[in-house]
């Protein structure tokens, strides 16, 4: 059981890193704290079911678990978002529409499957249009890294897609 004293203990220690930790992944500074102050919430409110002893792991857990589930929702909306676009701007005949949303679920897929360590690479590039340094600088990893993840991410759509 976690009483008020060790909540506040618990999160004066580990708000800033398990902030940190989901920045990394997704990349937004807004999302990370908003995720970071619901894990808290949860883990008040489960507070008398809780061992102080193994809650680093389980902050982490939730955090990875939250991070994968707000993926998994905006990529959805996105899916979404696009297919409207694309109904509403393209004059293309029916077969070229059929072809886009082929490719458009594919690459979905494809962007599931692939591995996500050079998914948050690819991402971070393509959709927040991070230069390689500044991903390098956010994820705590070599600018060579970035490159060979970036590259293997690629070479992984190219497979997929082709």
């Given at each position: 059981?976690?009483?008020?004293?060790?909540?506040?203990?618990?999160?004066?220690?580990?708000?800033?890193?398990?902030?940190?930790?989901?920045?990394?992944?997704?990349?937004?500074?807004?999302?990370?704290?908003?995720?970071?102050?619901?894990?808290?919430?949860?883990?008040?409110?489960?507070?008398?079911?809780?061992d102080s002893f193994s809650i680093k792991p389980l902050l982490y857990k939730m955090?990875?678990?939250?991070?994968?589930?707000?993926?998994?929702?905006?990529?959805?909306?996105?899916?979404?978002?696009?297919?409207?676009?694309?109904?509403?701007?393209?004059?293309?005949?029916?077969?070229?529409?059929?072809?886009?949303?082929?490719?458009?679920?594919?690459?979905?897929?494809?962007?599931?499957?692939?591995?996500?360590?050079?998914?948050?690479?690819?991402?971070?590039?393509?959709?927040?249009?991070?230069?390689?340094?500044?991903?390098?600088?956010?994820l705590d990893i070599s600018i060579k890294?970035?490159?060979?993840?970036?590259?293997?991410?690629?070479?992984?759509?190219?497979?997929?897609?082709?």
């Amino acid at each position: 059981m976690i009483n008020k004293a060790a909540f506040k203990q618990l999160f004066d220690n580990y708000f800033d890193t398990i902030r940190s930790f989901i920045f990394y992944r997704c990349g937004d500074t807004d999302t990370a704290s908003d995720m970071a102050q619901d894990i808290f919430m949860k883990v008040w409110e489960k507070r008398e079911n809780l061992d102080s002893f193994s809650i680093k792991p389980l902050l982490y857990k939730m955090a990875n678990d939250m991070v994968i589930s707000n993926y998994r929702k905006s990529s959805t909306r996105m899916d979404y978002e696009k297919s409207l676009t694309i109904q509403n701007e393209s004059p293309l005949s029916p077969e070229e529409e059929l072809n886009v949303e082929e490719l458009a679920s594919s690459y979905a897929k494809a962007l599931e499957k692939m591995p996500e360590t050079q998914r948050v690479v690819f991402l971070m590039n393509r959709n927040d249009e991070l230069k390689y340094h500044e991903i390098s600088e956010c994820l705590d990893i070599s600018i060579k890294t970035v490159e060979k993840r970036m590259s293997a991410a690629l070479q992984f759509l190219r497979a997929k897609l082709l």
